[in-house]
């Protein structure tokens, strides 16, 4: 038998990958996170299938139900949000494995940054502007490292992917400010991909008064920098006088 931890993707059924929805629609075991995977994409396990969600589980009740998994001889699927290589929390469940002597495999997914991006339409590198994108989160129960706080971070001034922290929008928008300017573009995407999908746009001045207004504190994505305007300068990729091996210059 083996385990498979199963990006989920952003919510979207149609969004997760072909292996992912196979492995999930064949399972006979599935640890879910339930808190973050819509309905929707749990529907797509078997009516047999024996659901636990992770929400209500402690590792040592997770292992519990590996285990059985591997009294019976079934694969199990580790059913995480997005992507499990981001805030899965799974190098613990792994190294439970580990010592259970359990194989297991990691299925990627669509992060929630992605569906974010492809939701407001945009790219997240922009020529001459900013080559970086920085995937992090604010500090909770679970402390920043100093050397990544918030601040940081901002003093790069690249594209910023926030996850967890939109209830922190204000205190967010305040100090990267400070770095990016009060008029940088902002935007959060609530549930990015599911049905009731919402998108609010704005400055750093006037975000949070927006996110506020719609009563949005919680599983929203944050992103920020100047990638997202449009008046940006445009790529040579497809100018007549950028050559590479596929393509050769034009000469005026």
């Not at 019976?72 to 469940?93: C, F, K, M, N, W």
């Not at 679970?142 to 940081?152: F, W």
């Not at 506020?212 to 040579?236: C, F, H, W």
């Amino acid at each position: 038998m083996k385990v498979y931890f199963v990006g989920a993707g952003p919510g979207n059924p149609e969004l997760m990958t072909l292996l992912g929805h196979r492995l999930l629609s064949q399972c006979k075991i599935c640890i879910y996170a339930g808190s973050l995977i819509p309905p929707e994409v749990i529907a797509v396990a078997p009516d047999d299938a024996e659901l636990y969600d992770s929400a209500k589980m402690t590792l040592e009740e997770m292992e519990t139900v590996f285990r059985k998994a591997q009294q019976e001889d079934v694969d199990l699927v580790r059913l995480h949000t997005g992507d499990p290589s981001i805030y899965g929390a799974i190098r613990e469940q792994m190294n439970s494995l580990d010592r259970m002597q359990i194989e297991y495999a990691v299925v990627p997914g669509i992060s929630s940054f992605q569906a974010a991006a492809a939701t407001l339409k945009t790219e997240l590198t922009a020529p001459e502007v900013t080559q970086t994108v920085i995937l992090s989160r604010t500090s909770g129960r679970t402390p920043m490292p100093e050397k990544e706080d918030l601040q940081q971070l901002a003093k790069m001034r690249s594209t910023l992917c926030l996850f967890l922290s939109v209830h922190k929008i204000a205190e967010v928008a305040q100090e990267l400010g400070r770095w990016y300017g009060d008029d940088c573009p902002i935007a959060v995407v609530f549930h990015a991909s599911w049905p009731d999908e919402k998108v609010i746009r704005g400055t750093l001045q006037d975000i949070a008064a927006k996110v506020a207004n719609e009563g949005i504190k919680k599983t929203a994505m944050i992103i920020v920098g100047q990638a997202l305007s449009r008046d940006i300068p445009v790529s040579k990729l497809y100018h007549h006088a950028f050559t590479h091996g596929y393509r050769q210059g034009s000469a005026e």
